[in-house]
């Protein structure tokens, strides 16, 4: 399968903790994205990470790619209410090709 | 702001209608998608295009049909609704670069009764 599987499934943590999500993914990328999803909406470009690349930052998002174990995390730091949101990632695997999502990791982030 | 463009938001219509979820894009990007979304579950990918007059089908298979006629304009067509079609449509579109971006539409929620 091409997807990225997000885990976990469902996070729920309080206002000014931070949210962790990982992702694997199965053969050699080009890049990896992250989307967010909120409820009923299109998915919103969050952050690309390039295969030569190890982290991004981007506010208070922080994303690490480790090439040797297919994996990447997303960190948001000092989550808000308003980062409730469905996250996705999607490898890319070839240069602009078609993105396959998963089944993302649902944030909760209770006031 | 991504200037892709989904109409209609919300459809709801009987069993045996031919429908049409329309997708424009201001951006002039190549490449147009589509996938199908149930609630809370992953996105599927049921169509793309790499430009006008190529469109090829995705990893899920759908009884819908798309056409690229212009560059701007990526429209799926379901002939004859059914129950089963019932979901969220996500169309988006990328500039074919090396990043791949792709910038989505807010949506079309089919229910089909």
């Known amino acids: 399968s091409q997807q990225g599987e997000e885990d976990p499934q469902a996070l729920s943590i309080q206002e000014g903790e931070n949210a962790t999500m990982n992702c694997s993914y199965k053969t050699s990328i080009n890049n990896l994205q992250w989307y967010r999803q909120n409820s009923g909406r299109g998915l919103v470009h969050l952050i690309l990470i390039r295969s030569n690349e190890r982290e991004k930052h981007s506010g208070r998002l922080r994303v690490t790619l480790d090439t040797s174990k297919k994996s990447s995390s997303l960190l948001i730091t000092a989550s808000r209410a308003a980062d409730t949101a469905s996250y996705f990632c999607?490898?890319?695997?070839?240069?602009?090709?078609?993105?396959?999502f998963g089944q993302g990791t649902e944030l909760s982030v209770k006031p | 702001e991504a200037d892709i463009y989904q109409t209609p938001r919300y459809l709801v219509i009987g069993t045996g209608k031919k429908i049409t979820l329309e997708c424009s894009q201001t951006m002039g990007h190549d490449k147009m998608y589509w996938y199908q979304q149930d609630p809370g579950m992953e996105l599927h990918l049921i169509h793309y295009s790499y430009g006008v007059n190529s469109t090829e089908k995705g990893d899920l298979s759908s009884e819908s049909t798309v056409s690229r006629i212009r560059t701007e304009h990526f429209p799926l067509t379901l002939e004859s609704a059914r129950p089963s079609h019932t979901s969220q449509y996500l169309c988006?579109?990328?500039?074919?670069?090396?990043?791949?971006?792709?910038?989505f539409g807010e949506g079309s929620r089919l229910t089909v009764l």
């Open positions: 999607a490898p890319s695997y070839n240069q602009g090709g078609k993105l396959i």
């Open positions: 988006a579109s990328s500039d074919g670069a090396y990043t791949g971006e792709l910038f």
